[in-house]
Each structure stands twice: as C-alpha cells, then as structure tokens.
C-alpha cells in the first residue's frame, strides 16, 4: 500500500528548504534512493548542491545510492557534511 516517507533534513539541508522535515508518498514497492534525490533536487534548486555531498540513512542506516530504496513508513535522513569543533 502507497504511504508517505519522513524526509528529516539537516544542517545546511534544513536551511536550504526552509523546514526541518518533509513528507512524500511512495509506491508500495518503495522508490529508488537516487530517484527520491533527484526529486526533490529539481523541487528545491538550493537543496541540489547539498545533495551532492550529503550521506543519506533510513531508519538510522547508510543507505547508498544507486542501491538502496526507501519505502512508505520509513525516515530517510540527509545529512550533508559538518563542521565545528
């Protein structure tokens, strides 16, 4: 059954769409990592550049792109790179 992804965005990720989180449905079978990306890189132009440094977990996992799929129910993170000490 079709449900919705939590995208929980942080630090520069966060700023750039202006929310801490993001709803989005998906097809029952899930959707491709790069896909769901690539979605919402063309929905949020300043998102994009983050995205290509950002390392991405459903449910408190790594996932990779390319290989992994997130489906409805699941909390997919960005999380770009950090900085500080």
Same mark, same amino acid.
């Given at each position: 059954? *079709? %449900? *919705?992804v939590r995208i929980l965005l942080f630090a520069t990720a966060r700023q750039a769409v202006g929310r801490p989180h993001l709803d989005r449905p998906v097809p029952a079978g899930g959707v491709a990592v790069d896909a769901l990306v690539g979605d919402l890189? =063309?929905? &949020? #132009?300043? !998102?994009a550049v983050v995205l290509r440094s950002a390392r991405y977990f459903r449910n408190g996992r @790594? !996932? =990779? *792109? %390319? =290989? +992994? =799929? @997130? $489906? #409805? %129910? +699941?909390? &997919?993170?960005?999380? #770009? #790179? $950090?900085? %500080?000490g």
């Open positions: 059954m *079709p %449900g *919705p890189a =063309r929905e &949020f #132009p300043e !998102l @790594v !996932l =990779r *792109p %390319g =290989r +992994d =799929r @997130v $489906y #409805p %129910g +699941d909390e &997919f993170a960005i999380h #770009p #790179p $950090y900085s %500080g």
